[in-house]
């Protein structure tokens, strides 16, 4: 059956009943030693034409949803989501579906690298191994990705045994969500840091402030499912959605009312609504919403103030919702809109209730809320790197090269550092930039567990398994520096006493055997792990959402600010998150070919403006036109988009890659440099804080997109041919 255990010794080593039934679909600790051969020798256990179903975890983002793969032969084929995981419920999003596009890359990182050339395992581990030994631990640091806490906690264990500096973590995503903002907010306002958990579901009426989390907000799927509870009208009034922003995403596009308000003026409004409602329920008003001025806030925003008070009714009738989010937190002004969001939903009196704001709870075995790093912090990171500071950076599951604005300069920081080592899994522009690449296994080829953050009713821990063999010369990052741990000796190889990634997963969430309340129990661990891959996981079969401390909380003083724009241009400028691509998905097809749910485009990138703007300003569709702001500049084809505001443009963050593989490299253009350096209280980037030029280049480009031009526009009708 493998290279180490014949048929009977597996069934010894795999036990009786459940955990054997378990672990013979791949579900339990022992199946790492099975060997799953595609093609010519198939397992004893597998037959042709039968399919056999693993659980795991989705690592295309970092809300941590479960999965089922389906696999025949020794192939994934397709991916489900888990039914019983209850952050997703069965469901998935188009990035789900396309992970195998990920797993099957032809670009994917084949084998260890060093210089561009390839190496073998036995020196790639002896090259981890001199870089622990032979510096001093201040001088080696890890940057992560979001999606690996098993490779998170491994790392900052290590570092508390061994002085290294603690693993920083950071992705795209959490930058455009603004994590450390609502954390900071949530802090500010009831004195515990963490997540705002949204009951959108319950709600009658919610009130979002640029959150699109229809689209890659915080757990999309989550807040999906919530919408449809919103809409549901069999059983409650069909809910509401009001939406403010200047450009119309996809979540506003199923909103009931789209509010284009003026960039940067959302915290008057989310402040004037509040005192309007309070005024009409009566009563001495608090000091939180003392200072602002209704009519004001009307005439800075461009919203009337008869709109106004009629969403203040609504905050009064009971059941409303109020949400921060998307580029209204991406601005100088951030962390005072999160507050006064959040402040609204004490002036609703939703806290801890049905169809209000909760704090998500801590996934299981956590002590405290653990966030990614803001830009703030980044920036101060890459000056330690580019200061010389840090001799061996390590990374993982993160391409900051491509991420962060160019403006930062993190490219350029890496020649500060003598040896940079990449663990990526495809060829992306830092492992390009490094001085080697030691590949890591796909997802689906991995083991581990994502901590769930926020979406959830119910405290979970998302468990991941290998679902196929490794098809490539790759190998576990965690493998790597166990065995690297022990070549460097002394206190490395005491710090992680492992023999293996399983043998460090199954010491983290051991102790759960013991937690009462959970979704299963067993006898002992290897039943226990038996369980944990079956179901992809382990969580609290009881809510464990966190009600707000709210005694204070209308009694603080809220500040009243318009954000601050960078640069002396004409135009706002908002980048977003493709709804398709994110900040990783150029390089599968599935995705690339996917048209964008509000403009069809497909495989480029494009810039969004007002078509009466477009016309006074010259520019047709498919215009190659140059934004310029204070600290870059691109080029993209104009798309004439009726939902944005005149004095705004918008560009789709995900494309722009110079690396990355064949369906990636070459392709758009990445809005990230056209990014500063400006932050806002929490640290998070204003990266919707900047004006921008246009200027026209003479050159066409057209887009391909799915849409007819005739049909939506109107063009060729009436036209003699």
Known sequence: MTDKFSRRDFLKLAGVGAATTAILTGCGPASRYVKREPYMEMPEYAYNGQSTYYATTC??????????????????????????????????????????????????VQEPQGGGKPMDWDAAIQVVADALKNNQPGEIAFLLGTTSDHLFDLVSDLAAQT??????????????????????????????????????????????????????????????????????????????????EARMSATAAKADEWIPLRPGTETLVALAIGRLALEKRGGPLPRAFADIDPMDAASKSGVEIETLERYAEMVVAG??????????????????????????????????????????????????????????????????????KIKVLFVHGVNPVFELPAALE????????????????????????????FPDHHALESWGYQRVTTGSNQSALSGSQPVVSPYYNTRSTIDVLIAAAQLAGEKFAG????????????????????????????????????????????????????????????????????????????????????????????????????????????????????????????????????????????????????????????????????????YAAGRGVNPADLLGQRFNEAGDLAFAGMKVNIKKTGRKRPLSRLESVMGVYGKGLGEEH
Not at 214 to 234: D, K, N, Q, V
């Open 163 to 244: 002085g290294i500096n603690p693993p920083v973590r950071f992705g795209a995503l959490s930058m455009f969500e603004s994590r450390a903002t609502l954390a900071k907010a949530a802090e500010n306002l009831f004195g515990q840091a963490g997540m705002p958990f949204f009951d959108v579901g319950g709600a009658k009426a919610v009130l979002s402030f640029g959150a699109n989390f229809l689209e890659t907000w915080l757990s999309p799927i989550s807040y999906t499912r919530g919408f449809a509870g919103l809409r549901e009208a069999l059983t409650k009034m069909r809910g509401k959605l009001i939406q403010f």
């Open 319 to 388: 059941g409303a919702l109020a949400i921060p989010g998307g580029a209204a937190l991406g601005q100088t002004s951030g962390l005072a809109l999160a507050e006064a969001v959040l402040a609204l939903n004490a002036v609703a009196d939703n806290l801890g209730k049905e169809g209000g704001m909760f704090l998500s709870p801590l996934a299981p075995n956590q002590a405290e809320y653990q966030r990614s790093a803001s830009v703030k912090e980044m920036q101060e990171f890459t000056q330690k790197l580019a200061s010389g």
């Open 59 to 108: 690592r295309e983002c970092a809300a941590g949803c479960g999965l089922v793969v389906r696999t025949s032969q020794g192939r994934a084929i397709k991916t489900e989501g888990n039914a019983n995981h209850p952050l997703n419920l069965g469901k998935t999003c188009a990035r789900g579906q396309a992970t195998l596009h990920g797993l099957y890359n032809p670009d994917r």
């Open 495 to 662: 710090a992680l006493p492992f023999k293996d990634e399983v043998e460090f997963i199954q010491s983290k969430v051991a102790p759960l055997m013991n937690e009462a309340g959970g979704f299963f129990s067993a006898a002992d661990l290897p039943a226990f792990m038996a369980y944990f891959q079956q179901y992809g996981g382990w969580w609290t079969n009881y809510d464990a959402r966190v009600i707000p401390n709210a005694a204070d909380t209308l009694n603080r003083n809220l500040k009243v600010v318009e954000a601050e724009f960078a640069g002396e241009g004409e135009f706002f400028f908002i980048p977003f998150v493709s709804p398709t691509l994110a900040e990783a998905g150029a390089n599968k097809p599935w995705l690339q070919e996917l048209p964008d749910p509000t403009t069809t485009v497909m495989w480029n990138t494009w810039v969004e403006i007002n078509p009466a703007t477009a016309h006074e300003l010259g520019v047709e569709d498919d215009d190659v036109i140059q934004i310029v702001s204070e600290a870059g500049t691109v080029e993209a084809p104009a798309y004439l988009y009726p939902a944005i505001r005149p004095d705004t443009i918008a560009i789709p963050f995900g494309q722009g890659h110079t690396a990355y593989g064949r």
């Open 410 to 437: 993190f490219k350029k920081a890496l020649d500060g550092v003598e040896q940079v080592i990449s663990f990526a899994t495809f060829p992306d522009e830092t492992a390009q930039a490094a001085d080697y690449v």
